[in-house]
């Protein structure tokens, strides 16, 4: 497919062609003609998905974004016009105060930055260039300085610039003083909220908790601060007016978001919808405030106090109905091989085709409104078994494999059917469905059965299979969130656990013999809550089975073998006889391929534990095992990771009187191994590859197919698959009390009104908003909204003063600016980058953004009138936010370290992950033994899952001492900090595991929790997969306190409340921390 060009930028609302370069005139003419008629384009229609609006100063003109563009139109509605045109997405535009400018962002570089252009149109110009992300605001009342919300620093905080571009200054000092939303008061006042549920969980309606929004003023005059409202809901999005009134949302009344306004201190609820609005911003004249309800724009008139819809009128180009085209190479997701070997049927991008063995010639055969996910070929070679999506949910359909006939539904069940295997002779099919249900279909009258109902789960779940005598069905339970093997026998009906350990034994499958079960396991350690960390591969013997004697192999040297009879007619045609014994020989193969190995299992249900060996190498994760026989040799597959930590397809040959050994296969991991009578095949990288079992030199079919499909059915479907998947999947079924089906449709409305893939993002994630459930959301990318250009910020580590943006104020510890060798010292003036002369009245950032990482920069400064040139190696902009976060983490130790006397450790976690446990245990290493208590510091811990691990370590008590002769007497543990006084610090930003870890704490009685109640944001979560690459979270595992409480609902509290505020960071206090070395102080002198 031709990669369009670029979209340029247009000069102004009336598309001027004066001095255009030849793409942008080329651009504008099409835009002309666009204003009249192009198929596909209707000005007709009501207009949906148009957002960020604002008004002129005198409330008679609306601006807006809609897709990806700035638009403006009449406020009272009517036909809207296009300002920009850039490549991107242009979003929240604002016109200043006095009319003459409009400033908005833009992604156009790959990241959202801040520009501006003269109202009525001219050139726009670029006031940020820095790699965080941008985004505009609102304007100061003289009409010359721009406030912007950026993650440049830290999550997200707010910023000024001005309109001539100079370098941006941060308004709030501290890491963590996170604000956003900023506007400024005709008294110079700011108004701005401090919150992620303002700034990224805009969608999350009802939540109530100590994290929650209010509406805060800080006075930069007077360093004075003021929080004007106090609801533990949500009110945020401030805009004010020339009179100083102030209006915002807040959904205080009946948990959807609502106008409101404050007036000489006083909040008034102005609207009362039943739906939701979003981003009001009210005309500096104080008449008139425009807002998003519905997916469209209203107004609120001030003075008669009615609202009215902005009919707007515009161009809008559908084009998602237009098809797309897609190669099925490297983008195959399931695959099987016909009984004949003749053919293929495999699936890509949720469209199912079937072409010949070898990839030649291909033929779609489902048309793609719908997701096919699995699919098997049936015993007569003309017939296809495969699942696909029906109202969401994954069902079984049939269909003539030569693509002519029609689809035949088999199930209809509002539950997800899945894992499909089948048996040997292709007479049944054994599947899971839903969450609890093992389920067996007849593959000749397609009834299905219900054989088990366990604890399944929807998702993460192993394949179940027959034996292959058919005798029973092996599959895979939860057994206190562990993964147990299970057999069923059909004809008994009787289920048997086989493993019943309180640790996961994942993907079983059947050796051909029948004597083992092969899986993947570590089978010391749980899979829950940190995942597996450490896998190999093992099998169970189904009895005490003994190995094969040598004497009875020798034995058999001297047993002397039938004589073929000779044939008496030599004059038979030779090359008959050959051919009928190649039949002879090939129907002989195929009858002991279908014939069970033996005709019953034996299975000795005691003991089974004891029969358990390890079969692959202990270093390296090894999974996905797959057993196959060839030449009475048992061979073992499997991926694993030992060769480099790449994850690559391993064997290991079993066979009598041999050692077996693994060894490497191929260079890439493999999946959904299958084996025909000839050939063995396996998916690859999103390709099909083939190779024979005994030399396994897997080999890629080349399967060049293109298929046409259109976005819109595409997003259609996955609208219903993500809503099944919560529906299933949700942790609480009562979903917190909304009606989710009803909620499906209330959103499902707006689908046709979708235009691209920004609205579907809005869409589905307010449609997951209505649940007040953390860990929710929805991320999708496509290849329509690929950027052209992405830049990239050289971060030195170097902090430049606010007033004087070229001269150093300080260097970052442990940044290239900090390294010994670097000559860089506060009050240094820098003058050049890269032998680029500075000019002061420049943005600092455009000397250090570039279109990729630079490998060093040269930096030169004035000091003492002297020039110094040196070279540093610039970081990320995430790398160098890690380091400014690890400041704030040394200058608390460094606190501490004073307050005690050198007397308490202190740690502190900015996540729950792996790297943060090592982190927390190093701390633990270099402290713990040689101090006299801990602190445990958990604010703003963004969660993960190794609370256990914490735990554990700080559970540890001193048990017994030893000592060497005449040497110091120690205790054991070596650390015992559970045998001192801990604190546990948390505060409304602690979230996810960190409130796991803290109600852990609190049950465990391990010290004192001091702070403030945590987020509520607790819900383990996993993510699925959608047809394009997109997916969706799936909150599936509720948190509960020993007596019963949800987390997600009430937090964690600390056992000693003491809030941090915005003027304790802006001030550098902590009187949490502060506090904690108190009590620790206290204890000690007990």
């Given at each position: ?11 102004n ?10 793409y942008t ?12 008629s ?5 000005a ?5 998905f ?10 008679k003109?609306?601006y ?9 139109a009449?406020?009272?509605?009517g036909?809207?016009s296009?300002?920009t ?7 929240n535009?604002?016109l ?5 400018w ?5 992604n156009?570089?790959?990241?959202y930055?801040v ?13 940020t ?5 941008d ?5 100061a ?6 406030y912007?919300?950026?993650?440049r620093?830290?999550?997200f ?10 370098t ?11 604000t956003?939303?900023?506007?400024e008061?005709?008294?110079g006042e ?8 303002s ?6 309606k009802r ?5 929650n ?17 106090n609801?533990?809901?949500k ?5 004010v ?9 807040s ?7 609502n ?7 006083k ?6 919808f ?15 405030i ?5 997916y ?14 902005l009919?707007i009128?515009l ?7 237009k098809?797309?085209?897609?190669n ?5 997701s399931?695959?099987?091989v ?7 049927a ?13 990839g030649k ?6 048309d793609?409104?719908?997701?096919a996910m ?12 495969y ?18 006939g029609?689809?035949?539904q ?7 059917n899945?894992?499909?295997?089948l048996?040997g ?7 899971l ?12 009258s ?6 088990v109902?366990?604890?399944?789960w929807?998702f ?14 092996l599959?895979s339970?939860?057994r206190?969130f ?7 026998n059909?004809k008994?009906?009787?289920t ?18 029948g004597?083992?079960?092969?899986f993947?396991s570590d ?8 995942g597996m ?22 034995d058999?040297l ?5 004589k ?5 007619d030599?004059?038979?045609d ?5 051919k ?30 004891d ?31 030992q ?5 690559q ?17 191929f ?7 299958t084996k ?6 396996a ?7 083939k190779?024979?079992v ?6 890629k ?23 099944t ?6 942790y ?6 909304i ?5 499906k ?7 046709p009104?979708?235009h ?5 993002r ?8 209505e649940?007040?459930?953390s ?9 329509e909204?690929?950027m ?25 510890r ?6 010994s ?6 009050g ?21 953004t570039s ?17 110094v040139?040196?070279k540093?190696?610039?970081i ?8 400014l976060?690890?400041?704030w983490i ?7 370290d004073?307050?005690s006397?050198?007397?308490i450790?202190y740690?502190?976690?900015k ?22 208590a801990v ?7 963004t ?9 554990n ?10 000592k060497?002769?005449?040497g110091?007497?120690?205790t054991q543990?070596n650390?015992a900090?559970?045998g001192?006084?801990?604190?546990l ?5 602690s ?7 803290a109600?852990?704490?609190?049950a465990l009685?391990l010290?004192k929790?001091?702070g403030?109640?945590?987020?509520r944001?607790i ?10 690459g ?12 020993l007596?019963?409480?949800?987390l997600?609902k ?7 409340y ?8 802006l ?15 206290k204890?000690l002198k007990?």
């Amino acid at each position: 497919m031709d990669t369009p060009l670029p979209r340029q930028r247009v000069i102004n609302q009336y598309y001027s062609i004066v001095s255009i370069p030849h793409y942008t005139m080329k651009k504008t003419i099409i835009s002309l003609l666009a204003a009249f008629s192009i198929i596909g384009i209707s000005a007709q229609e009501k207009s949906y998905f148009l957002s960020s609006p604002s008004l002129s100063p005198d409330g008679k003109t609306a601006y807006f974004a809609y897709d990806g563009d700035i638009w403006k139109a009449d406020s009272n509605g009517g036909n809207a016009s296009r300002i920009t045109a850039l490549d991107g997405e242009e979003i929240n535009p604002r016109l200043s105060p006095d009319g003459k400018w409009l400033a908005f962002s833009s992604n156009q570089y790959g990241n959202y930055d801040v520009y501006v252009m003269p109202a009525g149109g001219g050139t726009i110009k670029q006031l940020t260039f820095h790699t965080g992300r941008d985004e505009m605001e609102s304007w100061a009342w003289d009409s010359k300085t721009i406030y912007f919300t950026s993650s440049r620093n830290n999550n997200f905080g707010s910023f000024k610039t001005t309109i001539e571009g100079k370098t941006p200054q941060k308004l709030f000092n501290n890491y963590f003083n996170n604000t956003n939303g900023l506007v400024e008061t005709p008294a110079g006042e700011y108004l701005f909220t401090s919150s992620s549920e303002s700034a990224h969980q805009v969608q999350r309606k009802r939540y109530k908790g100590e994290n929650n929004p209010d509406i805060l003023g800080y006075n930069p005059k007077n360093n004075t601060f003021k929080q004007y409202t106090n609801y533990e809901g949500k009110d945020f999005n401030p805009s004010v007016d020339k009179n100083g009134i102030i209006y915002f949302i807040s959904d205080e009344n009946n948990g959807e978001y609502n106008l409101y306004k404050l007036e000489n201190g006083k909040k008034t609820a102005l609207t009362q919808f039943d739906t939701s609005i979003k981003k009001p911003f009210v005309s500096a004249d104080g008449s008139k405030i425009i807002f998003e309800k519905d997916y469209q724009l209203y107004t609120y008139d001030i003075a008669s106090k009615n609202t009215t819809p902005l009919t707007i009128s515009l161009n809008i180009n559908k084009t998602l109905d237009k098809e797309q085209n897609f190669n099925v190479e490297n983008n195959i997701s399931y695959y099987d091989v016909s009984p004949d070997g003749k053919k293929m049927a495999f699936i890509s991008r949720g469209v199912l085709f079937v072409s010949d063995i070898e990839g030649k010639f291909a033929q779609q055969v489902s048309d793609g409104k719908e997701r096919a996910m699995e699919v098997k070929w049936l015993k007569d070679n003309r017939t296809l078994l495969y699942s696909q999506t029906y109202n969401g949910y994954q069902n079984w359909f049939t269909i003539q494999a030569d693509g002519k006939g029609q689809p035949k539904q088999l199930t209809e069940d509002l539950r997800n059917n899945r894992n499909i295997t089948l048996n040997g002779d292709l007479s049944k099919a054994v599947y899971l469905s839903g969450r609890d249900e093992v389920r067996v279909l007849d593959l000749k009258s397609f009834k299905s059965t219900t054989i088990v109902k366990d604890e399944i789960w929807a998702f993460q779940n192993s394949r179940p299979s027959f034996s292959p005598n058919n005798e029973y069905v092996l599959f895979s339970a939860k057994r206190n969130f562990e993964l147990d093997i299970f057999i069923y026998n059909i004809k008994k009906g009787q289920t048997l656990n086989l493993t019943n350990t309180g640790v996961s034994e994942e993907d079983p499958v059947w050796s051909p013999n029948g004597r083992y079960i092969y899986f993947a396991s570590d089978r010391t350690n749980p899979s829950y809550p940190l995942g597996m960390q450490k896998s190999n591969i093992y099998r169970m013997a189904l009895d005490w089975f003994d190995e094969p004697f040598k004497s009875e192999k020798f034995d058999s040297l001297f047993t002397e073998e039938k004589k073929e009879e000779k044939s008496s007619d030599k004059a038979k045609d030779k090359d008959k006889d050959k051919k009928d014994k190649k039949e002879e020989d090939k129907d002989k193969e195929k009858k002991e391929e279908k014939e069970p190995v033996i005709k019953e299992l034996k299975v000795n249900p005691e003991d089974t534990l004891d029969r358990i060996e390890l079969v692959t190498d202990r270093y390296g994760y090894q999974d996905d095992p797959a057993v196959f026989t060839d030449d009475k040799k048992e061979i073992l597959l499997f991926n694993s990771n030992q060769d480099n930590g790449k994850r690559q397809l391993y064997k290991k040959v079993f066979t009598d009187f041999e050692p077996a050994k693994s060894e490497k296969v191929f260079d890439k991991a493999a999946y959904y191994l299958t084996k025909n009578e000839k050939n063995l095949f396996a998916l690859i990288e999103g390709n099909i590859y083939k190779t024979t079992v005994a030399a396994l030199k897997p080999e890629k079919i080349n399967i060049q197919y293109s298929f046409d499909k259109d976005l819109a059915s595409e997003f259609t479907q996955m609208y219903a698959e993500a809503w099944t998947g919560v529906e299933e999947n949700f942790y609480d079924e009562k979903f917190h009390g909304i009606d989710w089906k009803a909620k499906k449709e209330q959103y499902a409305k707006y689908l046709p009104y979708v235009h691209n893939r920004n609205d579907l993002r809005i869409l589905l994630n307010d449609l997951l908003g209505e649940l007040n459930s953390s860990h929710t959301g929805f991320s999708s990318t496509g290849k329509e909204e690929a950027m052209f250009l992405n830049y990239f910020t050289n971060e030195t580590g170097i902090i430049f003063k606010k007033d004087q943006p070229y001269t150093v104020e300080s260097i970052v510890r442990k940044s290239p600016a900090f390294r010994s060798g670097v000559d860089i010292k506060p009050g240094d003036q820098l003058i050049s980058v890269n032998g680029k002369k500075i000019d002061p009245n420049e943005n600092r950032e455009t000397y250090f953004t570039s279109p990729k990482k630079q490998d060093e920069l040269v930096l030169t400064f004035s000091r003492d009138g002297k020039n110094v040139t040196t070279k540093v190696h610039p970081i990320s902009n995430g790398e160098l936010k890690g380091l400014l976060y690890d400041d704030w983490i040394y200058n608390n130790h460094q606190r501490v370290d004073k307050l005690s006397n050198n007397r308490i450790a202190y740690s502190c976690m900015k996540n729950m992950s792996t790297d943060e446990l090592d982190r927390f245990l190093l701390d633990m290493v270099e402290q713990e033994n040689r101090k006299d208590a801990v602190i445990l510091d958990l604010r703003y811990n963004t969660g993960g899952n190794v609370h256990d691990k914490v735990l554990n370590f700080l559970s540890q008590k001193p048990y017994l001492q030893w000592k060497y002769r005449e040497g110091k007497m120690t205790t054991q543990p070596n650390f015992a900090p559970s045998g001192k006084p801990i604190v546990l610090l948390i505060n409304e930003a602690s979230l996810s595991d960190a409130e796991m870890t803290a109600a852990g704490f609190k049950a465990l009685k391990l010290g004192k929790i001091i702070g403030q109640d945590t987020y509520r944001w607790i819900i383990f979560t996993s993510a699925k997969g959608l047809v394009d690459g997109s997916s969706y979270r799936l909150p599936s595992w509720g948190t509960y306190t020993l007596d019963g409480q949800n987390l997600e609902k009430t937090g964690v509290k600390p056992d000693i409340y003491v809030k941090n505020t915005f003027m304790d960071r802006l001030q550098n206090n902590d009187p949490q921390l502060e506090r904690a070395v108190q009590e620790i102080l206290k204890d000690l002198k007990k």
